[in-house]
């Protein structure tokens, strides 16, 4: 296989031009190409509004034996033999697995050691405190019309099945150096269950929130025809363990399930069994994290810095990245960025209030939104050990309630700056889902905070045109951007407690959709290696 990089194309070409192109590159004749498969495709817009698209491409030839002979002729330092290995899984042991797995958690770090350990005939329990996505659709919808009071603690924004990641933008991106295949696996089972296929390749792919709860359900079924469970409505209250090592689950009915194995795969904001583990001094760490505000600001402005034009057609909503450096050291920068997108209360405890940012597929309300954050430290923490952390989203998010009187706190950014309250919006129409009243979010964050905030949106300023301008809206808090404590883990995956297999994101192995399902591939292929199949 040829693997040739930097084939730039006008963003408009047509279907046939990629072959075109490649054939160019290796000086051969079009009908000499066998099958093309496109690796990585980014935007060019160094010389906008003149754009390009950027591919990496794998070509593989007619005949293969050729391939030697095309790269030297070639003569191109992007174009070079490339071997392809797609993901397999482990080997199993053989050791006989005596009691199923059990799952804690159907985000997307559970669902994907689910779906790994069905695949494998280990016919693995899968329990998730919040409902189908079906139903929990439903329930954040009721919530985001009527408010707190329709909060369901137990299936919401954050709770439920696919994980807070159901109502995100549905991003794909990780940071992950992927030698394993994982990423592959994940991104190609996404297709498989009905995602775009430009997800396999794109710079910055995404799903869109409302294709993703249709790719969850398929997910779900196919764990259910390989043999596992999925139970819904499951809380689990307790992890029950014998001279150190995990022997079953306790659910808040009561109910016992035995078993050798269980993967804590729950979100960051499954806060009361980060208390109850803390109880069974499971050796847990604070780790840092960060906290801010969302911000939104007109899709058009944003094409424009980006792309040079308001409109970017078949590009669709452009995105952004902006990081920043305070004086004070603190970093600044930008998360969870939703082009076309939408801020919504993402709260998951009464009297509580956090937010968050979803697209859907299309991209098309307008309106770019990010959150804007700034890090913490457990030096921040006004409590010590692994729940300080915890403690200080929660006093956050119980201000951020108040200020809002239960409804989104907002403000626009000339006021924030003025540190005075909003009384009405400007130019920008911002989009919730719901409701949001007006405040003064200075009073929200730690000042040492709102000045690192300040620092960094002069800076973003500077690189964004308008980034700063005074009708820009805020919202706030932005408080689970990530998990703020790190379930230790040894080189086997399993923690303090033997049996015992955190992962994905609430455990602090991954930072999103992508980076927590690869964690859970990770955590079942050490069970698959040592066990022999159940049946």
């Known amino acids: ?52 698209f950027s591919y990496i491409v794998d070509v593989m030839l007619a005949n293969s034996k050729r391939e030697g002979t095309v790269i030297k002729k070639a003569a191109n330092q992007n174009i070079r033999a ?34 790994a350990l069905s695949e494998n005939g280990c016919a693995p329990i899968l329990l998730e405190q919040g409902d189908a996505v079906e139903e929990r659709t439903k329930r954040v919808e009721d919530f985001w019309k009527n408010g707190d009071e329709a909060l369901d603690i137990r299936s919401n924004v954050q709770f439920g099945e696919g994980g807070a990641g159901t109502f995100s933008d549905g991003k794909l991106n990780t940071l992950v150096k992927d030698t394993s295949g994982r990423n592959g696996k994940v991104l190609s089972t996404f297709v498989e269950m009905g995602a775009d296929p430009s997800i396999l390749y794109d710079h910055a792919p995404h799903i869109g929130t409302d294709v993703l709860r ?35 689950v306790m659910t808040a009915d009561g109910a016992v399930i035995e078993t050798d194995h269980v993967i804590l795969s729950v979100g960051h904001s499954a806060r009361d069994l980060f208390a109850e583990l803390d109880r069974m001094k499971v050796f847990m760490e604070p780790k840092p994290f960060a906290v ?19 409109d970017a057609g078949k590009l669709g909503a452009a995105p952004y990245k902006v990081t920043a450096k305070t004086t004070s050291g603190r970093g600044v920068y930008s998360f969870c960025m939703c082009p076309g997108g939408m801020v919504v209360n993402a709260s998951s405890e009464k009297g509580h209030l956090a937010v968050n ?63 005075r309250p909003t009384v009405a919006l400007g130019d920008v129409n911002p ?105």
């Open 431 to 535: 989009v919730f889902c719901g409701g949001f009243s007006f405040a003064n979010l200075r009073e929200l964050m730690p000042e040492a905070l709102n000045g690192a905030f300040l620092e960094g949106m002069e800076q973003f300023g500077r690189r964004i045109k308008g980034f700063d301008r005074a009708d820009a809206v805020l919202a706030g808090i932005e408080s689970r951007t990530s998990s703020p404590l790190r379930i230790c883990r040894d080189e086997s995956l399993q923690s303090s407690l033997k049996g015992l297999y955190p992962c994905g994101e609430g455990a602090g192995y991954a930072g999103g959709i992508t980076s927590a399902a690869m964690d859970g591939l990770k955590v079942a292929e050490e069970i698959i290696k040592r066990y022999a199949a159940v049946r």
């Open 82 to 115: 490339e071997g392809f290995r797609p993901y397999a899984y482990p080997e199993h042991g053989t050791a006989e697995m005596k009691k199923r797995p059990v799952i804690i958690g159907a985000g997307p770090a559970g669902m994907f050691a689910a779906l």
């Open 214 to 248: 249709g790719v969850v359900k398929n997910i779900r079924n196919r764990i259910i025809a390989g043999g596992g469970e999925v139970h819904f409505r499951t809380e689990v209250t307790k992890i029950l363990e014998e001279n150190g090592r995990v022997t079953g």
């Open 292 to 310: 801010g505000l969302r911000i939104q600001h007109p899709q058009a402005q944003i094409n424009k810095n980006q792309y040079g034009m308001e």
């Open 1 to 52: 296989m040829i693997r040739i990089n930097q084939l730039t194309l006008p963003v408009d070409h047509g279907e046939e031009a990629i072959k075109k192109k490649a054939a160019k590159l290796l000086k051969v004749d079009e009908s000499a190409i066998g099958e093309i498969r496109i690796v990585h495709r980014s935007i060019d817009a160094r010389k906008k509004p003149q754009l390009l």
């Open 357 to 419: 940012g979803m697209s859907n597929f299309k991209r098309d309300s307008g309106i770019a939104n990010s959150a804007l954050i700034v890090a913490i430290t457990p030096a921040d923490f006004p409590e010590a050990g692994p729940l300080g952390g915890i403690a200080f989203q929660r006093s956050l998010e119980e201000r951020a309630f108040a200020l809002g009187g239960g409804k989104i706190p907002i403000q626009l950014y000339g006021d924030f700056a003025a540190n």
